[in-house]
DNA sequence: AACACGGGGCA
DNA sequence: TGCCCAGTGTT
C-alpha cells in the first residue's frame, strides 16, 4: 500500500468529509434517530442491496416490528413475510435469531460492545463497525463496497478487492484515518460519498469535497480504481412447475427446505427436469406423483419464465392442473386465494403466479 | 480462498 | 449482457 497520510493531513480530511456529510447527507428513514436496532435493521437490509429499494420495506418492517421485543416475539411466517422480495432471506432469519438473543441475554439492550455485538448472528465485519459507529459513536472502521472503492482511489490501493484479504488492508487503512471524536458521521461520510459523488462508473470529482486528498484523482487515475477481479457467470436450469387447484379454488404450495436456496421459502410444487427422453410434463407429473402422491392431469403449457440470480439461472416451464386428489401430509399445503398473501414467495414464483392468473383471464 | 446466497437498476 | 449494490456464513 502506498504511504499513508500525514497526521495534518488526515485532520483536514475528516473534516472536510464530515463537513460534506453533515450539509448534503439525504433524508433517509433509518437518519432519524440513532436507535440501535433501527441502525442496525437498516444496515442488515442494505447489504448488498440498494437504498431506494430498502426504504418501502424498512418502513414496514419498523412499524410491524418496532423494537427488538417485537422482533423476538414475532411469528417467523410474519417476518418473512416483511421481507419478501428483498432476497438474501438468510439475513431476516439471522437477524430475528440475533434480535431474540438481545431479547433473553441483554435484557432487549443492543450491546454497545463490538466484540459481543459482533458474535450475534448475521453480523459480520461490516454490520459490527457500522451499528457500533453510528448508534453508539465507537470509532469502528465499517468497510463496505462504498468505503473499499472511495479508499482506494484516496489512498491509489491497487489490490483486487474481490479477494476478502484485501477488506483487512482497509480496515487498517481506516482505523489509521477514522475521526475519533465523530466515527459516525465519519463512516455514514465515506459511504455517502460513494453513492453520490465517488461512483463506480464516472465520479463527480469537481463536486468531490476530499479531491484536494484524492491521490487516484492527482493522477488523473479515478477511473481505473477499484481493482476488482471478475466473477465467473452463473449456470442455467431447466425447471417445470405447477400450479395445483382443485375444483374449489384451493391452490396447493410447498414450503422449502430450511437451508440453501430460498431457504424457508413458499413455491409452487416444481422439479429440475434433466430427461433427454420424456416430455417435461411427463417428467413434473412423475415427480408430483412420486413426491406427494399427487393425481392429476397437467394442462398445457402456461407460459416460459426466467429468473436471474447471482449464481444460476432458472428457466422455468409453467403448467396449470387440477388435482383430483393428494396425499395428506405429503409436503404440500392447501390455501384459498386469500389465503396465499400471508405466504412469502421468492421473486421467480410471484412470476409463476402473476402469468397464471394472466392465462385465468383470457 | 472460493462459493452460496436474491433481486433490481443501469450503462 | 455484465457490473454493482451500506456482506455474511460455510467449506
Not at 491521490?215 to 477481479?229: T, V
Not at 427446505?257 to 433427454?276: D, R, Y
Not at 416460459?304 to 409436503?331: C, D, M, P, Y
Request: charged fraction near 25%.
Amino acid at each position: 500500500m502506498k504511504n499513508l497520510l500525514s497526521e495534518l493531513e488526515i485532520k483536514d480530511f475528516q473534516q472536510d468529509l464530515i463537513g460534506w456529510f453533515q450539509k448534503e447527507q439525504r433524508i433517509l428513514p433509518w437518519r432519524e434517530n440513532s436507535d440501535p436496532y433501527r441502525v442496525w435493521v437498516s444496515e442488515v437490509m442494505l447489504q448488498q442491496t440498494r437504498v431506494d429499494t430498502v426504504i418501502p420495506y424498512f418502513l414496514n418492517f419498523m412499524e410491524k416490528f418496532p423494537d427488538p421485543a417485537a422482533l423476538a416475539n414475532a411469528d417467523e411466517e410474519q417476518v418473512m413475510k416483511a421481507w419478501e422480495g428483498l432476497g438474501y432471506y438468510s439475513r431476516v432469519r439471522n437477524l430475528q435469531a440475533a434480535v431474540r438473543e438481545v431479547h433473553e441475554s441483554y435484557d432487549g439492550i443492543v450491546p454497545a460492545d463490538p466484540d459481543k455485538f459482533g458474535e450475534l448472528k448475521g453480523v459480520g465485519p461490516y454490520t459490527k463497525g457500522a451499528v457500533m459507529s453510528i448508534a453508539y459513536n465507537i470509532p469502528e472502521p465499517a468497510v463496505d463496497g462504498n468505503v473499499m472503492r472511495v479508499m482506494s482511489r484516496i489512498l491509489l490501493i491497487e489490490e483486487d478487492i474481490a479477494k476478502p484479504k484485501t477488506r483487512k488492508l482497509f480496515d487498517t487503512a481506516i482505523r489509521e484515518v477514522i475521526a475519533k471524536d465523530n466515527p459516525s458521521d465519519f463512516n455514514q461520510a465515506l459511504m455517502e460519498l460513494g453513492a453520490l459523488i465517488c461512483t463506480p462508473s464516472s465520479p463527480s470529482c469537481l463536486l468531490c469535497p476530499v479531491r484536494d486528498h484524492c491521490q487516484a484523482f492527482e493522477e488523473g487515475r479515478q477511473k481505473d480504481l477499484p481493482i476488482k477481479s471478475k466473477k465467473k457467470k452463473q449456470k442455467s436450469l431447466l425447471l417445470a412447475a405447477a400450479v395445483l387447484t382443485d375444483s374449489e379454488g384451493n391452490f396447493w404450495i410447498h414450503k422449502r427446505p430450511s437451508e440453501g436456496l430460498l431457504a424457508n421459502l413458499w413455491e409452487f410444487p416444481n422439479c429440475e427436469t434433466v430427461s433427454e427422453t420424456m416430455t417435461q410434463k411427463a417428467e413434473l407429473e412423475l415427480f408430483l406423483h412420486k413426491e406427494y402422491g399427487a393425481l392429476m392431469e397437467l394442462e398445457t403449457i402456461e407460459g416460459i419464465i426466467q429468473h436471474v440470480f447471482s449464481h444460476l439461472i432458472w428457466n422455468i416451464t409453467l403448467f396449470a392442473g387440477k388435482v383430483e386428489r393428494i396425499e395428506n401430509g405429503a409436503g404440500l399445503v392447501k390455501v384459498t386465494e386469500e389465503e396465499m398473501k400471508a405466504y412469502a414467495f421468492p421473486v421467480s414464483h410471484q412470476k409463476i403466479y402473476q402469468l397464471y392468473l394472466d392465462g385465468q383471464k383470457k
